[in-house]
C-alpha cells in the first residue's frame, strides 16, 4: 500500500494506517528532529507534532510534489524554526551526554570516543552545513530534494556540502593521525 493509500486511511481513523505510516517513516523523523534539537525529549516533541500535522492536514501532502520522508523532513525543519523563534529568549542548549562503558572493553571505548568526536565536529559545523551533510550523507535524500527542504538552491546545496566536508577533514584529522599511530 502507497503512503498517500495509507495517509487518506489514517486521516479517516484508521489506526492501522496510521502504525503503518509511523513505522516506516519515524526513524528519519526523528533523527532529524534530534540532529535540529540535540534533545530527546524535543526531538519526541517535534516528531509527534510532525505526524499529527500529517494526519490533521492530509491534503498538506502532494504525492507529485515530494515523497513523503521529504515532506515529513520539511515539516519538522519548519516546526524547529517556529519553535526556535517563539523560544529565542529561553534557549539554552546542553548537548553534553553522559555515557557509561564496562571496564576492560577498549575496542567499544575507542569506538564511542570516535563516535563522539564525529559527533561534536558535526555539532561544530555551522547549521547549514550541519543540515545539508546531514539530510544528504545519513537521509540519502537527493540534491534536489535536499535544496527543497532548506528552500536553496541546488548549487548552494553543493557548496555547503563541500564547505562542510572540508571543515569536518579539519576537525577530525587528528582523529586520523591517532589512528594510524595505532598499533
Not at 559545523?125 to 541546488?154: D, H, K, N, T
Request: proline share 4%; charged share 30%; aromatic share 8%.
Amino acid at each position: 500500500m502507497t503512503d498517500a493509500q495509507l495517509i487518506r486511511k489514517a486521516a479517516g481513523g484508521d489506526a492501522g494506517a496510521f502504525q503503518l505510516l509511523y513505522e516506516r517513516h519515524w526513524k528519519a523523523v526523528y533523527s532529524y528532529a534530534w540532529l535540529l534539537t540535540q534533545s530527546v525529549p524535543d526531538a519526541e516533541d517535534l516528531t509527534q507534532e510532525c505526524f499529527l500535522t500529517l494526519i490533521r492536514k492530509p491534503e498538506s501532502f502532494v504525492p507529485d510534489r515530494a515523497q513523503l520522508r521529504t515532506w515529513l523532513i520539511a515539516v519538522i525543519r519548519r516546526q524547529h524554526l517556529g519553535r526556535s523563534r517563539r523560544s529565542v529568549r529561553d534557549s539554552s542548549i546542553d548537548d553534553e551526554e553522559d555515557f557509561h562503558v564496562a571496564p576492560g572493553l577498549e575496542e567499544e571505548l575507542i569506538r564511542l570516543e570516535r563516535a563522539d568526536a564525529v559527533r561534536l565536529a558535526m555539532n561544530a559545523l555551522p547549521p547549514a552545513q550541519r543540515e545539508a551533510l546531514y539530510l544528504f550523507e545519513f537521509e540519502q535524500l537527493s540534491l534536489a530534494e535536499v535544496a527543497g527542504i532548506l528552500g536553496i538552491e541546488v548549487n548552494a546545496v553543493k557548496a555547503r556540502l563541500y564547505r562542510g566536508r572540508e571543515r569536518l577533514k579539519l576537525l577530525l584529522a587528528p582523529l586520523q593521525a591517532a589512528t594510524k599511530e595505532m598499533p
